[in-house]
């Protein structure tokens, strides 16, 4: 049984960093794509990062690019997402996902096939 297991979030201010872990049980997953997806109240589901799991290429979305970093660690079968300068616009539900989507579209989220339970990231401004 897949499993992908969200931890780190919680409340912060805005400017503070905060890094978000998702540890994946179950399967191997040589050949898939991790993500991080995050959802507001309202607002439909945005890709945030995503890092193939063989080469460790990443990928992010417009809003955070230069202020997050994604990372995996093989050994421990974790994917961090490290987020810096955070902002209110960050609130949100973060979800881990893997998947195999194709390098042009690794930011779908219906791509991915195995989902996390989420974890909430508050900043306060």
């Known amino acids: 049984q897949v499993q992908l297991v969200e931890s780190g979030g919680g409340l912060v201010q805005a400017g503070d960093s905060l890094r978000l872990s998702c540890a994946a049980s179950?399967?191997?997953?040589?050949?898939?794509?991790m993500g991080w997806f995050r959802q507001a109240p309202g607002k439909e589901r945005e890709f945030v990062a995503a890092?193939?799991?063989?080469?460790?290429?990443?990928y992010y979305g417009d809003s955070v690019k230069g202020r997050f970093t994604i990372s995996r660690d093989n050994a421990k079968n974790t994917v961090y997402v490290h987020m810096d300068s955070l902002k209110p616009e960050d609130t949100a539900v973060y979800y881990c996902?893997?998947?195999?989507?194709?390098?042009?579209?690794?930011?779908?989220?219906?791509?991915?096939?195995?989902w996390g339970q989420g974890t909430q990231v508050t900043v306060s401004s």
């Open positions: 179950g399967r191997t997953f040589s050949g898939y794509a």
């Open positions: 996902a893997a998947g195999q989507p194709p390098v042009p579209a690794v930011g779908v989220y219906n791509l991915y096939k195995y």
């Open positions: 890092i193939n799991w063989n080469s460790g290429s990443t």
